[in-house]
């Protein structure tokens, strides 16, 4: 599942990733990879559902969860109107 092109609001700071993993492991589309610092590997699978900036103690990355698809899924299940993204 991907959302569209070039749209995320992702932000990685590599300077002031540390390594430990976290994002790759809470991340539920692997937008993340670790091999020393972690790297995006698929930034466009990103659903900005804010999990790998929650998790991440060291500020190394930012999303502005809640304006994405993740957001949009949400809503529809609770409105029980159509997804806008899907």
Known sequence: MKY?????SLCFDESKCTGCGMCAEVCPHNVFKVDGVAEIINRNGCIECGACAKNCQFGAIKVCSGVGC????????VTGKECSCC
């Not at 993740?70 to 299940?77: E, Q, R, V, W």
């Open 70 to 77: 993740a957001y949009a899924m949400i809503k529809s299940k």
């Open 4 to 8: 569209i092109d070039n749209v995320v």
